[in-house]
């Protein structure tokens, strides 16, 4: 199995921007997809964006089309999150995970992946 290390989360004014990174490890994401999670206190886990590793196929959550990219490094393995225009509402545990490519639609749950990183908070002040 995949592990996976999340980092780059910290503490930002709304408008700022930062860059997550998950870096994996244990066996090649060939095949995989790729994905972004978000958890606020007091909510359900939510899809943010995902990639398929190898055709680069993305997908995002309506809130943060325009705002937020993700991207793929083949070869050092990590996956980024670059977030712009960062509001309060994107206050939340960001985590990382990964899953053998299904259906598009179903790389928006949480079911289809099956490796999940320990999550980097990210802290938007007004």
């Known amino acids: 199995q995949v592990q996976l290390v999340e980092s780059g989360g910290g503490l930002v004014q709304a408008g700022g921007s930062l860059r997550l990174s998950c870096t994996a490890s244990?066996?090649?994401?060939?095949?995989?997809?790729v994905g972004w999670f978000r958890q606020g206190p007091g909510q359900e886990r939510a899809f943010v964006a995902a990639?398929?590793?190898?055709?680069?196929?993305?997908s995002y959550a309506e809130s943060v089309k325009g705002r937020f990219i993700i991207s793929t490094d083949y070869a050092k393995n990590i996956l980024y999150l670059q977030m712009n225009s960062l509001k309060p509402e994107d206050t939340a545990v960001y985590y990382c995970?990964?899953?053998?490519?299904?259906?598009?639609?179903?790389?928006?749950?949480?079911?289809?992946?099956?490796?999940w990183g320990q999550g980097t908070q990210v802290t938007v002040s007004s």
């Open positions: 995970a990964s899953g053998v490519i299904g259906p598009a639609q179903k790389r928006q749950t949480t079911s289809a992946y099956d490796s």
């Open positions: 990639i398929t590793w190898n055709g680069g196929f993305t």
């Open positions: 244990g066996r090649t994401l060939s095949g995989y997809a």
